[in-house]
């Protein structure tokens, strides 16, 4: 019975390496702790995918792309050095790795891994930027259909959880994938 | 469908192992209406200073150990447990002979908290105390302390058992007071810790000292902006990427409070306090210059207001060492040296001040007891790993993040 | 205090809900509390990763990695024997304990305990300090085989029986049993790629400060919840 019901698995189990590149829409959830004028919280991110494993297994592989996190500016900003003008951006490059689930065509993706954070401030005049990595989450649930040949195209809902700076972005992503190996 | 749960139980427990632990503040309980002492005259330092001493504790056990040390600390009056690194801080006043004292307690490792509420009838040595007269081993000191902001109505009882020692041991709270994960109502490196550090038990501070881009030299301890020290999203990464002007207007430590320049710290110690000692925890080569000429003009400030203030250029790598000899501050600018006492030596190092990780000094003391240097052991935060350097009786002070825990066990141990 | 409670609903409402039927898959396996076969030998070797409260490493190491492999040999029975061992140098545990598995279909359950020793040196600078202790872990284990991987879900109780820590010529001990802690783990186990098998962990710890951060020599008492993950190949 258990080399049958291998015989089985080996059956059902295809490996493959897929590239899968998308882009959206990005809100970061957490509100700012300290408002200063006015603030975007939203932007346009995008993800690229590199994954490996069979559709009925626990697939790994990489994800890295771009997060606009949040900016604000303000002009005359009543402050101890007077009215000065301010503003500032924050945005981040994740770097995970990727573990995926498919059934019944959803696809769940969960990643653990770290964001290269980076903001670029105008204080008075003077521009500074600082960047750093910082642990964080991955949590994603989409779907595919076949475009043409080894192309599919999907959508995906995706939480991205910079832990470390306690920051919380969800995003909507339409994306592509196509097999690089295995069919 | 078995596979949906899973997958729905997989992201479940992703979701709950997703968060960090906040620490949240315990703040500090206040008597509805300002309490008694809002119609209190004030208690004169040296009439408070008599109720000095160790006490053993009749009521409240418990919740505070057998014994307790009361100790006047600047214009409050302070009690240190055992338990938990507890302590009591009263504000204190009196009506007509009547001696009030309200304030709280609090377990500084742990953050449980509550109104306390004392009181020295004047029919039961009030009067005597005014008039400069110590207690006797049948003084009582009795009042009641609540959970939170509970109306106090637990009793308290405290009997007087003997006078403290006079001591010129050395307590030092760490980051000017204490830390953020201890949840305490000021951030750490905050003017306003500073001003808490004496009614906690302290008679020193450490401070960490940082140079911003534009070289000011501020007060933070991790090199790195994170949530653990700051509000403001694009605080991010090296403080010494920042001017600041951008540090004071992009973010503010946890409790709201605003990065806070070491010359403004040093300004809150000569004015704000009766500290004695301060040591710099330079954390950069480049701040040493700056941080030397601010010592050198507080020093002169203290001594001005005829106050007693030692401040020390804390050394603790080799580069620190390097250029700090390189500046040529040998003679001018007192040290504090954390390395061995080869290093203490080549700086002329006022203190050597050893992890306490390396264990009792032995000789090493006797060393450099000889040569006339101070020894400041640290971060010393477990009863168990303080009595060791209290029974050798051979160190001069002690960093600490828990100054109540350090005065209780020095005086009760004396 | 509510996210443990939360777990430990998952992990009663998972065994509740799995009474199907569906063949099982051959691989190796470790975790998966399904009898072994007597005498029988499997063991693992990978890399975990414990991550920790700001809290209490502030901006020293937070993560801290350690290197792993464990051993389950089958008994009559269904006992298996467990055996564990870690290491980072600073920090290394070797477990030891026993584990008897129920089968129920394509569900298992099992019962363990194991017995940790820890120990830890610190040479380098400022530091002349070593720590040891004794933990005992009992827990229960949840299983499933689904076609083509097998999930466990794990539950144990950190019991911390005794610590000494020694610092220079001096010591100092603890010899009390205290509840320490709860670490509850999802556990994957599967084919890679060509019968290469891997397990995958994810832990939730809600305790306090453990002995992977001896070194902090963290004063708080309060239970903190931190994850931590591991993957090892299963041969």
């Known amino acids: 019975m258990l080399a049958s019901a291998q015989d089985q698995s080996v059956d059902r189990t295809t490996f493959r390496l897929v590239g899968e590149i998308g882009g959206g829409y990005s809100y970061k959830l957490t509100p700012p702790k300290i408002i200063l004028g006015n603030s975007t919280r939203d932007g346009i991110t995008g993800a690229f995918r590199l994954k490996w494993g069979s559709s009925n297994l626990l697939g790994v592989g990489v994800e890295t792309g771009y997060i606009p996190i949040s900016t604000m500016a303000m002009n005359s900003l009543a402050s101890e050095f007077g009215s000065v003008d301010v503003s500032a951006s924050l945005s981040a490059i994740p770097v995970l790795a990727i573990f995926t689930i498919q059934r019944l065509g959803i696809q769940m993706h969960t990643g653990i891994g770290y964001y290269r954070m980076t903001a670029k401030a105008t204080v008075m005049g003077k521009t500074m930027e600082s960047s750093e990595w910082n642990m964080g989450y991955m949590l994603s649930f989409g779907f595919t259909r076949p475009l043409i040949s080894d192309l599919f195209i999907g959508t995906e809902l995706k939480w991205n959880n910079i832990v470390e700076q306690r920051i919380s972005i969800l995003s909507l992503q339409v994306r592509f994938l196509y097999f690089l190996y295995g069919k | 469908m078995n596979q949906l749960f899973f997958i729905f139980l997989l992201v479940l427990f992703s979701l709950v192992t997703l968060s960090c632990s906040h620490d949240t503040v315990v703040n500090v309980p206040v008597f509805v209406g300002g309490g008694k002492l809002i119609s209190a005259q004030p208690i004169k330092p040296q009439q408070l200073q008599l109720l000095n001493g160790v ?11 057998k014994k307790v040390v009361v100790k006047r600390t600047g214009k409050t009056l302070s009690i240190f447990t055992g338990k938990n690194a507890g302590l009591f801080v009263f504000q204190c006043g009196r009506i007509d ?7 709280y307690w609090r377990y500084t490792q742990g953050g449980e908290t509550g109104l306390a509420q004392f009181e020295i009838p004047a029919e039961n040595n009030g009067k005597p105390l005014l008039q400069g007269i110590l207690p006797t081993p049948s003084f009582f000191f009795q009042g009641k302390i609540g959970n939170g902001s509970a109306e106090p109505t637990i009793n308290i009882t405290l009997q007087y058992n003997s006078p403290l020692k006079d001591t010129t041991f050395v307590i030092l709270a760490h980051r000017g007071g204490g830390r953020n994960s201890d949840r305490l109502p000021e951030s750490e490196n905050s003017l306003g810790m500073i001003q808490l550090a004496e009614s906690f038990g302290a008679n ?5 000292v940082r140079l911003t881009k534009d070289g000011i030299p501020i007060l933070f301890h991790d090199e790195n902006f994170s949530p653990r020290l700051v509000n403001g999203d694009y605080c991010v990464g090296p403080v010494s990427n920042y001017t600041f002007a951008a540090i004071r207007t992009l973010c503010t430590l946890k409790n709201k409070e605003l990065v806070p320049t070491l010359k403004e710290a040093l300004e809150v110690v000569v004015n704000k306090t009766t500290l004695t000692y301060v040591w710099l925890d330079i954390k950069s080569p480049e701040a040493i210059a700056s941080a030397a000429a601010l010592q050198q003009e507080y020093q002169k400030k203290a001594f001005a207001a005829g106050r007693k203030l030692d401040i020390y250029i804390g050394l603790s790598n080799d580069e620190l060492v390097d250029r700090y000899k390189k500046e040529n501050m040998v003679s001018s600018a007192d040290a504090l040296c954390e390395l061995s006492m080869e290093d203490v030596r080549a700086v002329n190092a006022k203190v050597w001040a050893p992890r306490w990780t390396l264990g009792p000094l032995g000789s090493n003391a006797q060393a450099m ?9 640290w971060t010393l935060d477990q009863r168990e790993f303080i009595l060791p350097f209290l029974t050798q009786g051979n160190i001069d002070g002690i ?9 209780f066990e020095y005086y009760v141990f004396q | 205090m509510m996210r443990f409670v939360l777990i430990v609903a998952l992990l009663l409402s998972f065994c509740i809900s799995q009474l199907c039927s569906t063949e099982r898959n051959a691989g190796p396996y470790i975790s998966f509390p399904y009898p072994f076969q007597q005498y029988t030998l499997c063991y693992s070797i990978g890399a975990s990763l414990t991550i920790f409260p700001r809290s209490v490493v502030e901006e020293e190491i937070r993560q801290i990695p350690m290197v792993n492999t464990s051993v389950r040999y089958g008994l009559p029975y269904n006992f298996s024997l467990i055996t564990q061992f870690s290491t980072v140098y600073i920090i290394n545990s070797v477990s030891a304990g026993a584990m008897w598995s129920y089968p129920l279909g394509d569900v298992s359950l099992a019962l363990s305990d194991e017995f940790t020793y820890w120990f830890g040196f610190a040479d380098l600078d400022g530091f002349d300090t070593q720590a040891m202790g004794l933990l005992n872990r009992p827990g229960i284990s949840v299983g499933i085989d689904i076609d083509d991987y097998k999930i466990t879900m794990k539950s144990e109780m950190l019991i911390l029986f005794s610590q000494h820590t020694y610092f220079g010529s001096a010591s100092v001990g603890k010899v009390k049993p205290e509840i320490a802690g709860v670490v509850t783990s999802a556990i994957l186990e599967q084919d890679i790629w060509k019968s290469t098998f891997m397990s995958f962990a994810l832990r939730a710890h809600y305790a306090r400060p453990n002995y992977q951060v001896w070194l902090a ?4 008492d309060r239970w903190l919840l931190y994850p931590d993950v591991q993957i090892s190949f299963v041969f």
């Open chain 2, 55 to 65: 006490y053993d504790v009749i009521d409240g056990s418990d919740q505070f150990g």
């Open chain 3, 217 to 220: 020599f963290a004063v708080q």
């Open chain 2, 204 to 208: 020193g501070i450490e401070i960490d």
């Open chain 2, 399 to 407: 960093l600490t993040n828990y100054p109540a825990l350090i005065a």
């Open chain 2, 97 to 103: 002979s009547t001696l009030i004292f309200e304030g």
């Open chain 2, 369 to 377: 007891h000889s040569e006339n240097r101070k020894i400041f052991v």
